[in-house]
């Protein structure tokens, strides 16, 4: 399986991620992108940006073993992972997740799967800046219930449905 | 071993990374961080809820019980908030 996980400072552009990952294959049936943005509050307080800190090195290697975790679960043909750090703005995307598998389930589990061990297991922290100061954001107790949902028996989303 | 701080950790205790030298009988990752916790200030405060960070053995996570001997660089950090 085509697997690339990139952590960049730069901007993305799903568009030519999605076709780089279906390019000269014919076995795809179905390429699911997921994009996460930058909204303009936060808990319903106006944000001027926020900024994403990361471990590097325990980030990559992180998010791959997730990838490979997966590939073990779906039938896939190719997942690309990519997810910015630094100064981010509203409106800016933060992370994108592209999976590729010949049927649609496929590729909608596994990138659900994917962004809910990212939100909750990937070392990466955001700091918000309001107009009054800056925050560090707590983690969501429901991103941990939305990551425990695929351990459940069998390894599938079982906890979820 | 090098031990390396994040987010709120790294901003209470003042500085990303340092190298220590833990005595013998600071086993785990809990023990380390009761030891991290005595040196000071501003590590009594990062350390102030030991139940809310999370710890990282060469580059994976790590629960509090997890024998640090052998270990080349260990991370302290809050819950993750990353996606």
């Known amino acids: 399986m085509a697997a690339m996980v990139r952590l960049q400072r730069e901007p993305f552009d799903a568009g030519s991620e999605m076709a780089l990952l279906k390019r000269g294959r014919g076995d795809i049936g179905a390429v699911v992108t997921f994009t996460g943005v930058c909204r303009a509050d936060e808990a319903g307080a106006p944000l001027v940006a926020m900024t994403l800190e990361h471990y590097p090195g325990m980030a990559e290697a992180e998010i791959g073993r997730h990838v490979d975790d997966a590939e073990r679960r779906w039938p896939l043909f190719g997942v690309t992972v990519i997810h910015r750090y630094g100064r981010l703005e509203p409106g800016e995307d933060i992370v994108l997740v592209v999976t590729a598998a010949a049927h649609r389930q496929d590729a909608f589990a596994a990138a659900e799967f994917l962004m809910d061990y990212l939100k909750t297991c990937a070392p990466f922290w955001k700091q918000v800046e309001y107009a009054g100061g800056k925050t560090w954001v707590d983690a969501k107790l429901s991103d941990d219930a939305l990551a425990d949902r695929w351990t459940g028996p069998g390894g599938r989303r079982e906890a979820a449905e | ?83």
Request: proline residues 8%.
């Open chain 2, 1 to 83: 071993m090098k031990l390396c701080y994040f987010a709120w950790v790294r901003e209470r205790i003042g500085k990303p990374e340092e190298d220590v030298e833990p005595p013998a009988g600071v086993a785990t990752i809990a023990d380390l961080m009761a030891w991290l916790s005595g040196r000071g200030d501003e590590y009594a405060r990062a350390f102030d809820n030991p139940k809310v960070i999370r710890a990282a053995i060469d580059r994976a996570h790590a629960r509090p019980d997890a024998v640090i001997s052998g270990a080349r660089e260990i991370a302290f950090f809050p819950p993750m908030t990353g996606g």
